[in-house]
C-alpha cells in the first residue's frame, strides 16, 4: 500500500474541488433509478432516420425542465463493455485496458456507490434479465456490495417476449415493476435494458420506424431497435407513476458504450452527410446520452462541457447530500465548474477543453483540425505539441488507477476515519 499516499495527494491536488456542487443535497433522501440504454449514442438525439424522429421521448426529455441533458458526454469503456460502464459509475475508477475487470478483479475490496449509500440507509439493487454470471457479476455485485440482482431467474421469459439477447425491454421493466414496489426505501437501482444491443435484431410487430438503407444491416437495424428503447423507457417512466414512485425518484439515462463500431463508418459517413469520418470524428461518435432527470427541480438546462462516466459517482453522491473528502475517485462532480478539463479514454486517447487527441494527432476540439501537423508525433519522437501537457495527465491519470486494481488497495484504506 505504499502507492497510496502519492494517489491520495494526487486527488486532492488534482480531482477533488473544495467548491461545493450547487446541486448538493438536492436528491437527499431520493429513491434512484439508473437506466443503462444499451449502446445508445448521443448522434440519434435530436436525429431522423426516413424523416422519421428515431428518439422522441428522450428528445422531450432534453428540453424538459427537471431534466439536465449532457450532450458532451463520452463512454470510457474498453473490451469489458456493459460491465466496464458499471464499474466506472460505481467506483469513479478506470476499467482495465484489457480484459474485463469485473471478471479479473471481481473479488478486490471496492469503495463503490451501494457500499456508500448504505451507510446511508440506502437499499441497493440490479434488475437484468441476463444470466447472473454473465461479465460475473453475481460476483462483481457482492464486491461492489449490492443488496440484491434481480436476475433472468426473476423474470418470466418466453418465445413471445424475448428477441435478440432475451427478454424484451418493455417486458422487462413491466415486470420489474413489482419488485421495484417491494423495496425498502430509499433505493440505489440499475436497470439494464437488452433489445438494444448487435445484431439489433427486433420483430415486426415492435418496430415503429423503417430500418435505414445502407450497405451496414447493423446501421439500418439500429435505428428501429433505438426507437424500441426509447418507446420502452417512455412506459417505465409512465409505470413509475402508476406505482406512485415517480415524484420520490431520481432517474438517470445513460448510453454504456457505442453500439457502431468503426467498421461501419462509411454507412456512418452516408448517415451523417459527411465525406468520411476522421478518428476525431470517431472520437466525437463515442459521445452516449445522459440524463438526469429530478421531478419537480425544475432548474434543468443542457450541459455542454465535456463529462464522461467516471463523473457521475461525485455528481450522484453529491446530489443525495453525501460528502465525498474521504473517498478516492477520479471523477469530478458535473455541477461545479472547478474541474479537471479532460475525459480520457482507457486507450489512452482524451479529450479535453480544447484538444481532442487520438491516433497520435492532436486535433482542434471545436474544429477537429490537426494542430501542428509537421511535428505531431508524441509517441515516436517525443516532440511536444499542444495536448503534451494533458497526455502527461492522462497517462499519469490511468495509472494511479491501474495501481489501485492490481495492488487491490483498497484493502488499505480506512474509508471512514476522519
Ligand atoms: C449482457 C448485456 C450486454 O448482460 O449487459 O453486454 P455487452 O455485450 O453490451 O457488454
Ligand atoms: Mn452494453
Redesign the pocket.
Known sequence: GNELPEIKGYIEDHVRSNEQSELFGVAEGKNVITIWA?SLQSFVINNEVNGQEITPFMNRLVNDEDTYYFENFYHQTEQG???DSEFLVDNSLYPLSRGAVFFTHGQNEYHAIPEIAKENDYYSAVF?A?NKS??NRDQMYESLNYDYFYDQESYEVSDENSVGWGLKDKAYFEQSIKYLQTLEQPFYTRF?T?TN?FPFELDQEDKSIEPYDSNSNTLNNYFPTVRYMDEAIEQFFDQLKEAGLYEDTIIIIMG?HNGISANHNKAMSQYLEMDEITPYDYVQLQRVPLFIHIPGHGNGEIKSEIAGQIDIKPTLLHMLGIDTDQDIYFGNDLFHNDRKGFIAMRNGDFVSDDYIYTSGVCYDRQTGEPIASESNSLNNDGEENACSPVKQKVENELKLSDNIIYGDLFRFVDFDEQ
Do not use: P
Open positions: 444499451e463493455k456493459t460491465s437484468h441476463n454473465f461479465w439494464i437488452l444491443h454504456d
